[in-house]
């Protein structure tokens, strides 16, 4: 079974700061992907950034990278130099063999002026 | 090009009524999935097609839902006897064919009411 664990359900930054979601997750697969999408009030669900497990490289996308620790199985999303459009739910997931996704209970992030 | 598209967008629903909900993937996507997202929780999934294979349907909740696709392309997902419950806003995702790492393109959703 897969889990996904957000312990922030909200988060403030200060626009041009960084801030940084936290997720872990739990799956028995060996071979699994981790992703964050971003939910703005739109409904409309965009992919940030995106990492596979065997990969120790963390990945990065412009202002946003991850840390992405396998031991603890950990996947942290960083938002560098925050933007207004920023503001939104941000969704942890991890994928496997068996192709659907295992989301998070959601971080809203909000970003002040 | 077109994004998956879902209509309608909005439901609203007796209790006890059936309804059905309609995904366009985008064109070439041989995967597909539905998800359920209640208020203040993430995506639950409920059910996924791939090409000619017999669907995932491991996530359905309840023998009340169903979905189908026809010619492996759009998507119905029935909600039979509608209960408040069932309220929550329902996703749609397509996905090209190859590694499940591929991104998932999800629809604008369906907000569905039971009154």
């Known amino acids: 079974a897969q889990t996904v664990t957000q312990s922030q359900p909200e988060m403030s930054v200060q626009e041009a700061e960084t801030v940084t979601l936290s997720c872990t997750y739990d799956?028995?697969?060996?071979?699994?992907?981790l992703f964050w999408y971003k939910q703005p009030p739109s409904r409309q669900m965009i992919l940030v950034i995106r990492?596979?497990?065997?990969?120790?490289q963390n990945a990065t996308e412009n202002r946003f990278s991850v840390n992405f620790q396998k031991a603890a199985k950990s996947f942290s999303l960083k938002i560098s130099d925050s933007q207004l459009g920023d503001a939104a739910m941000y969704f942890c997931a991890v994928g496997g063999a068996t192709n659907k996704l295992i989301f998070g209970t959601g971080t809203l992030l909000a970003v002040q002026p | 090009g077109a994004g998956v598209s879902q209509s309608p967008s909005n439901k609203v629903t007796e209790k006890g009524k059936d309804v059905e909900l309609r995904c366009d993937p985008i064109?070439?996507?041989?995967?597909l999935y539905w998800y359920r997202q209640s208020l203040g929780q993430g995506l639950e999934f409920l059910i996924y097609f791939q090409g000619n294979s017999a669907p995932d349907k491991s996530g359905l909740p309840s023998d009340r839902f169903s979905a189908e696709r026809t010619g492996g392309s759009v998507s119905t997902l029935t909600i039979q006897r509608t209960q408040q419950e069932d309220s929550a806003v329902y996703l749609c995702?397509?996905?090209?064919?190859?590694?499940?790492?591929?991104?998932?393109?999800f629809g604008p959703g369906t907000r569905l009411t039971v009154l």
């Open positions: 799956t028995s697969e060996s071979d699994y992907y």
């Open positions: 064109s070439g996507h041989t995967a």
């Open positions: 990492q596979e497990a065997y990969k120790q």
């Open positions: 995702a397509s996905r090209s064919s190859g590694r499940p790492y591929n991104e998932q393109f």
